[in-house]
Nanobody, 121 residues
Framework: QVQLVESGGGLVQAGGSLRLSCAAS????????MGWYHQIPGAQREWVAT???????TYADSVKGRFTISRDNAKNTVYLQMNNLKPEDTGVYYC???????????????WGQGTQVTVSS
């Protein structure tokens, strides 16, 4: 059973920084990618950033230049460094892991429990 444990959320003033962490365990297959999503009450979960097993990173336009996603393969941990935070960054941040069964060609997605980020103006 895959488990994702997130940490690092909190309250910060606009312009400040936070670093989120997500530690994965229990995966049966190779991890293809890990990423972060953002959700506010009443809205759909939105993609923020992804890092692949090969180290390729992609970002939503709203966070480019401010957020950096990175991954420690040895620790199965993904990080999200968030700088120059804005009030609209407030919400719950969820970690997602995608593992791949290359034999059968199946992919499986798992989610963390979420961590709250609040940015005050």
């Amino acid at each position: 059973q895959v488990q994702l444990v997130e940490s690092g959320g909190g309250l910060v003033q606009a312009g400040g920084s936070l670093r989120l962490s997500c530690a994965a365990s229990g995966n049966r297959f190779s991890i293809k990618a890990m990423g972060w999503y953002h959700q506010i009450p009443g809205a759909q979960r939105e993609w923020v950033a992804t890092v692949t097993s090969g180290g390729t990173t992609t970002y939503a336009d709203s966070v480019k230049g401010r957020f950096t996603i990175s991954r420690d393969n040895a620790k199965n941990t993904v990080y999200l460094q968030m700088n120059n935070l804005k009030p609209e960054d407030t919400g719950v941040y969820y970690c997602k892991l995608r593992e791949g069964d290359y034999v059968l060609g199946h992919e499986y997605d798992y989610w963390g429990q979420g961590t709250q980020v609040t940015v005050s103006s």
